[in-house]
């Protein structure tokens, strides 16, 4: 099946760490952008994290900047997202979302941008 696949959520404490992998070998090529999303029940879904290939670094939503740390390993074409000082804000399900790289006139959390969207993962932070 051509989509994402997330891995990785888990109950965490609050303050605790997690990292979430996306297996994406099946949806991106060179030139690619690959966007973890989140949503909790009853909020809209939240731009969190994303890498362009076109871009030299990272993007963050500023709820997660410092805290969260995004990587990809271009061999497999899998995505991290390192999660760090985990709130209990921070729990919903997370879902990987790729595409073409970024292109002028469109921001990384744009979710229509995005073609290919995985199952989700949950994350629950226990306080």
């Known amino acids: 099946e051509m989509r994402p696949v997330e891995s990785g959520g888990a109950v965490v404490q609050a303050g605790g760490s997690l990292r979430l992998s996306c297996a994406a070998n099946?949806?991106?090529?060179?030139?690619?952008?690959i966007t973890w999303f989140r949503q909790a029940p009853g909020k809209e879904r939240e731009g969190v994290s994303c890498?362009?290939?076109?871009?030299?670094?990272?993007f963050y939503a500023p709820s997660v900047k410092g805290r969260f740390f995004m990587s990809i390993d271009n061999a497999n074409k899998t995505a991290y997202l390192q999660m760090n000082n985990l709130k209990p804000e921070d729990e919903a399900t997370y879902y990987c979302?790729?595409?073409?790289?970024?292109?002028?006139?469109?921001?990384?959390?744009?979710?229509?941008?995005?073609?290919?969207w995985g199952q989700g993962t949950q994350v629950t932070v226990s306080s």
């Open positions: 890498i362009s290939s076109d871009e030299r670094e990272p």
């Open positions: 099946k949806v991106i090529f060179r030139h690619y952008a």
């Open positions: 979302a790729a595409d073409w790289a970024l292109k002028d006139g469109v921001t990384w959390p744009m979710a229509a941008h995005y073609t290919y």
